[in-house]
């Protein structure tokens, strides 16, 4: 059986969810909760700034011709994309990279030349862009190299609007061209009218074969590192995807699991195997993904075996309507979660 992924707190990824007034979120009154995150925002956009500030003094100066000549590039020229992966190889570390190149993964992803969803679980706030970073590059390198730069989707990152805002305005344009799109993603006080906004441009774009969208599904949820990954996992790109289903033939989600290194200088990114997913009547229905794995779960080895793809089910009765995106958040959640054991299965094998 898939579990599915429960609502447990407010938050931007779950349209049309209202917590109650007698909510508790952490033993604490959902009153007292809101008050809280905003002083902790307001506290945590300063110091975004000073330490943006710090950086930037620090930057001064360097490599400014590219980035000028990007900002300035037309985002649907051949040049966008080869400016791109200059621009994200900066933003790389010196550890070494272990990631699994066998069968033509990262080949496949860029020649099937259509639009995908990414998700990637987000453990470190500091080293989780580089790795993003770095698979762009690469993405973008068999782009360059398969003579599709011209047509190929670009990148829209989903990531903390704060982010930006901290940023000096030269730096957020350059952020903005690179393809960030800025999510108000508090947990109590966020502007859900202004995010559903942006998620309905990311969709059209999407639909349209103009974008991969790049998305952490944990967002501010991935500060805690009690809990497991089903409970900070939202629901927005589930949401997403149930949407997308009912446009287009079928939807491609392929989850990217990060891990790093501690005493190894190693980090590792898992290129996991593309979950699809597509729409059958009023079913939905989902393909086997990373379920081969040694990682998955035996309940979700037991739902897809002897099978490619199938039909989203409770008690053997498919889900329908809202329900729907829970059970695709659940399916999305554990492949996620097997493709960062299996990137952390890589370091240990590299030492």
Not at 39 to 66: I, P, W, Y
Not at 91 to 107: C, W
Not at 307 to 329: D, F, H, S, W
């Amino acid at each position: 059986m898939i579990s599915p992924i429960q609502i447990k707190t407010t938050n931007y990824n779950y349209i049309n969810y209202r917590q109650s007034p007698q909510s508790f979120r952490g033993g604490c009154p959902v009153s007292i909760a809101k008050s809280s995150e905003k002083c902790s925002r307001k506290f945590e956009l300063g110091v975004r700034k000073l330490a943006n500030r710090a950086m930037d003094l620090f930057n001064r100066n360097t490599n400014d011709e590219l980035y000028n000549k990007f900002l300035s590039v037309d985002k649907n020229s051949p040049e966008y994309i080869d400016i791109l992966r200059q621009i994200s190889r900066q933003h790389l570390g010196k550890k070494d990279l272990e990631v699994n190149f066998e069968n033509d993964r990262i080949r496949n992803l860029a020649r099937s030349n259509t639009p995908h969803i990414y998700i990637m679980n987000h453990d470190s706030q500091s080293k989780d862009p580089q790795m993003l970073a770095a698979f762009n590059t690469l993405l973008n390198d068999e782009y360059m190299d398969l003579g599709l730069a011209k047509t190929c989707p670009r990148p829209r990152i989903v990531l903390n609007e704060d982010i930006l805002l901290a940023m000096n305005e030269r730096n957020r344009k350059i952020f903005e061209q690179m393809g960030s799109v800025g999510i108000d993603a508090s947990l109590h006080n966020s502007d859900s009218s202004a995010n559903s906004k942006k998620f309905i441009t990311l969709i059209r774009d999407f639909i349209k074969g103009k974008a991969n969208i790049f998305i952490f599904p944990e967002g501010k949820n991935s500060v805690s590192k009690t809990k497991s990954l089903a409970e900070k996992f939202q629901l927005r790109v589930a949401e997403m995807v149930a949407k997308l289903a009912g446009r287009l033939p079928e939807v491609r989600v392929t989850p990217l699991g990060f891990a790093y290194g501690k005493k190894a200088q190693v980090d590792s990114i898992h290129i996991g195997e593309t979950v699809v997913f597509k729409k059958d009547g009023d079913n939905i229905t989902a393909s086997i993904g990373n379920i081969t794995s040694d990682f998955a779960r035996p309940e979700y080895k037991k739902f897809f075996k002897n099978r490619q793809e199938a039909t989203l089910t409770e008690n053997n009765i498919p889900v329908k309507g809202k329900e729907q995106a829970q059970y695709i958040g659940g399916v999305l959640c554990e492949n996620l979660r097997i493709c960062k054991e299996e990137a952390k299965k890589a370091i240990t094998d590299s030492i």
